[in-house]
């Protein structure tokens, strides 16, 4: 994973929560305190699994609802700012959605030993559509709370709901 992710969630837990909470959380998941990750380094994806259950213990919460609110964090006021081009060039949520997979190979392109996931769509309606994820990290709960997050970037009720271990159905109201 690259540690761009890892930078989001440290912004977020340290905006809510304070500094010394996610230092906290660093050093209970292995970490030293005050570590930074360098946006385009790899980070083992376990790594940030633990960091991300140790959160989750620390507030006491659950990982969807930790995924929940990092969807909203990273889709309404982290990806913004690093990606404005992407979020200028969309209308709308359902335009923003489509473009996912060309943006994830456009931004990696120049990542030596970027992954990314990638999106093939499918309309099952002309308001119903499914996006198939496919990446062997199994994050498909991440991915819709991530779509979810997005509706709220546009103000768009989305009905969001994991069908398969590999696919969402968004309906576009």
Known sequence: MKGVIANALAEMVKEKFGKEKWDDILQKSGFPKGTMFLPTQDINDNDVLKIINILCKE?????????????????????????????????????????????????????????????KYEWKDDKTLIMTYESPRRLIDLVASLVKGVGKYFKENLNVRKISPDKVEIVFK
């Open 59 to 119: 507030l006491n919460i659950s990982l969807q609802q930790a995924f929940d609110a990092f969807g909203e964090y990273w889709a309404c006021s982290f990806a913004p700012k690093l990606y404005a081009p992407f979020y200028n060039q969309a209308k709308s949520a359902k335009d923003f959605l489509l473009k996912m997979d060309k943006v994830h190979v456009l931004t990696t392109k120049s990542m030596p030993g970027a992954k990314p996931p990638r999106f």
